[in-house]
Nanobody, 130 residues
Framework: EVQFVESGGGLVQEGGSLRLSCTVTGFMFPDYGIGWFRQAPRKEREGVSCIRSSDGSTGYGDFVKGRFTISSDGAKRTVYLQMNSLKPEDTAVYYC???????????????????????WGQGTQVTVTS
């Protein structure tokens, strides 16, 4: 059984910071992308960031513009997303997800293309006030 433990969401003022964390257990992909997508009310899913297990390559959504940093433990089963300079438009539910055999770019485009992630967690709310 695949299990997610997500934490770190919350309420923050514009310009503030939050750090999300996610630990995933119970899956057996030899190569995978792990990261976050987000979804705001009445908007489509949007890839936020991803790290690939096989080579540690990372990717970010265009809207990130250097504000977020993804990192992981050595096993790539726990990932962190440091989010700085948060804006009200970053308000959304952030979901940790795992997808087999994807590059970070492919992971980031999945929401836009309507593809399902292999596994995803229950999500954590991030609210940024102006």
């Amino acid at each position: 059984e695949v299990q997610f433990v997500e934490s770190g969401g919350g309420l923050v003022q514009e310009g503030g910071s939050l750090r999300l964390s996610c630990t995933v257990t119970g899956f057996m992909f030899p190569d995978y992308g792990i990261g976050w997508f987000r979804q705001a009310p009445r908007k489509e899913r949007e890839g936020v960031s991803c790290i690939r297990s096989s080579d540690g390559s990372t990717g970010y959504g265009d809207f990130v513009k250097g504000r977020f940093t993804i990192s992981s433990d050595g096993a790539k089963r726990t990932v962190y997303l440091q989010m700085n300079s948060l804006k009200p438009e970053d308000t959304a539910v952030y979901y940790c997800a795992v997808v087999r055999y994807v590059t970070p770019t492919q992971f980031l485009n999945m929401g836009h293309l309507g593809f399902d992630y292999d596994y995803w967690g229950q999500g954590t709310q991030v609210t940024v006030t102006s």
